[in-house]
């Protein structure tokens, strides 16, 4: 199996007590911020493709009532930072 890194995006900002229950849930593979922008979780799940690591992860979220997912950013596979431009060096 593969490890899968994503982020959801919440549908509203999480309470100490829900963050506990995200854990019990099975979101105890993931990192819980909330900020200005509201909650994100970031996942770092084990499954045989993204899209069942992300099926599995938002029905671990919504095991917690009035908790739900409404957005998801994950890293292209393959995906690297680009190279920057070379420049050639000049000569005179």
């Given at each position: 199996?593969?490890?899968?890194?994503?982020?959801?995006?919440?549908?509203?900002?999480?309470?100490?007590?829900?963050?506990?229950?995200?854990?019990?849930?099975?979101?105890?593979?993931?990192?819980?911020?909330?900020?200005?922008?509201?909650?994100?979780?970031?996942?770092?799940?084990?499954?045989?493709?993204?899209?069942?690591?992300?099926v599995?992860?938002?029905?671990?979220?919504?095991?917690?009532?009035?908790?739900?997912?409404?957005?998801?950013?994950?890293?292209?596979?393959?995906?690297?930072?680009?190279e920057?431009?070379?420049?050639?060096?000049?000569?005179r």
């Amino acid at each position: 199996m593969t490890s899968h890194e994503f982020t959801l995006k919440m549908n509203r900002e999480v309470t100490d007590d829900e963050i506990e229950a995200l854990y019990e849930a099975g979101c105890d593979d993931a990192g819980i911020e909330t900020g200005p922008l509201g909650t994100i979780i970031d996942f770092t799940r084990t499954a045989p493709s993204l899209a069942e690591a992300l099926v599995s992860a938002v029905r671990d979220i919504e095991k917690v009532p009035g908790l739900r997912a409404v957005g998801v950013a994950a890293q292209p596979i393959g995906y690297s930072q680009p190279e920057p431009p070379s420049h050639p060096s000049r000569t005179r």
